[in-house]
Each structure stands twice: as structure tokens, then as C-alpha cells.
């Protein structure tokens, strides 16, 4: 069975940081692209990091410069480093490996920024 389990969510005030961990079980993370979502209310999920094996980093617009994210292979973990958080980054925050046709997503871990 195939878990991905997000954790490290939580209430941060802006400007604040948090870090977010994806522990996957069930896959080896080395073959995947992984990378993490976010979903606001009302609004449409969407792609805020992703990292190849290689590894190869890509970003939103609206997180260059403040997010970073990384792997971990040997300990079949992603992570997502997010600095000078914003209001506007409050959400549920998924991760999600694709690998082929092979798609897998996490529960979710909520971030909420206010002060």
C-alpha cells in the first residue's frame, strides 16, 4: 500500500518560516518526480514546487526565491522549506509523486498564516 504522509503544517505569523516533510511508503521516491500542491478555500489546487531525481527544481512565480524544495531519497522523504511566508500562502498543502502513470497524493497538511 502507498502512503505519502504530510506533516509540519501549521499557524505561522507572516515573515515566519515552516518546513514541511512528505514521508512516502509503498514506492521508492528516487523513480518519482515529487513535488507539492496547495489548495486555498474556494480556489483551485495548484502546483507550487516540483523536483526530479536528478535533482531538477522548479517553482510558482508566486514562491521563487522563497520556498525551496528538496529530497531526500535514502530516507524516502520530500521536503518544502518555505521562508517569509505570506497571507496569500495559507492552504492545505499536498505532495505528490508521479512516476509514469503512477500518481499518488498525500492527505494534506494545513498552513495557516496570520498574525
Known amino acids: 500500500q502507498v502512503q505519502l504522509v504530510e506533516s509540519g503544517g501549521g499557524l505561522v505569523q507572516p515573515g515566519g518560516s515552516l518546513k514541511l516533510s512528505c514521508v512516502a511508503s509503498?514506492?521508492?521516491?528516487?523513480?518519482?518526480?515529487m513535488e507539492w500542491y496547495r489548495q486555498a478555500p474556494g480556489k483551485q489546487r495548484e502546483l507550487v514546487a516540483s523536483?526530479?531525481?536528478?535533482?531538477?527544481?522548479t517553482y510558482a512565480d508566486s514562491v521563487q526565491g522563497r520556498f525551496v524544495i528538496s529530497r531526500d531519497n535514502a530516507k524516502n522523504t520530500v521536503f518544502l522549506q518555505m521562508n517569509d511566508l505570506k497571507p496569500e500562502d495559507a492552504a492545505v498543502y499536498y505532495c505528490?509523486?508521479?512516476?509514469?502513470?503512477?500518481?499518488?497524493w498525500g492527505q494534506g497538511t494545513q498552513v495557516t498564516v496570520s498574525s
Open positions: 505528490h509523486g508521479d512516476y509514469y502513470s503512477k500518481t499518488y
Open positions: 523536483i526530479t531525481g536528478h535533482p531538477y527544481a
Open positions: 509503498g514506492i521508492d521516491i528516487a523513480l518519482y518526480v
